[in-house]
């Protein structure tokens, strides 16, 4: 089991830059892949990116360019930076964890999920 904690979102305008910290601890960070999801108001949660122990990366479709997954596993963390924001970037964002040695966009493979953190894009 692995417990996390999402830190650094906030309100930005349209164009701005947040990054966004995501604190493991329990069971062998490394490990794990670590994702990126997020959840709009009356919207079903989406994938957003991903990154493997050994830092291979995917993204969604909307993000790709703008957002870069990263982690440091020496401090156990994970990031998302997120540049070049825009409204429909608004969500609650929550960081996730998979047993799993490859990159994967499916829910159901993430088994431990952080509260979130709130951004808020403003036009």
């Known amino acids: 089991q692995v417990q996390l904690v999402e830190s650094g979102g906030g309100l930005v305008q349209a164009g701005g830059s947040l990054r966004l910290s995501c604190a493991a601890s329990?069971?062998?960070?490394?490990?794990?892949?670590m994702g990126w999801f997020r959840q709009a108001p009356g919207k079903e949660r989406e994938f957003v990116a991903c990154s493997t122990r050994n830092g291979n990366t995917d993204y969604a479709d909307s993000v790709k360019g703008r957002f870069t997954i990263s982690r440091d596993n020496a401090k156990n963390t994970v990031y998302l930076q997120m540049n070049s924001l825009k409204p429909e970037d608004t969500a609650v964002y929550y960081c996730t964890a998979a047993y799993v040695t490859f990159t994967t966009t499916r829910t159901t493979n993430y088994k431990n999920w952080g509260q979130g953190t709130q951004v808020t894009v403003s036009s």
């Open positions: 329990g069971r062998t960070f490394s490990s794990y892949t």
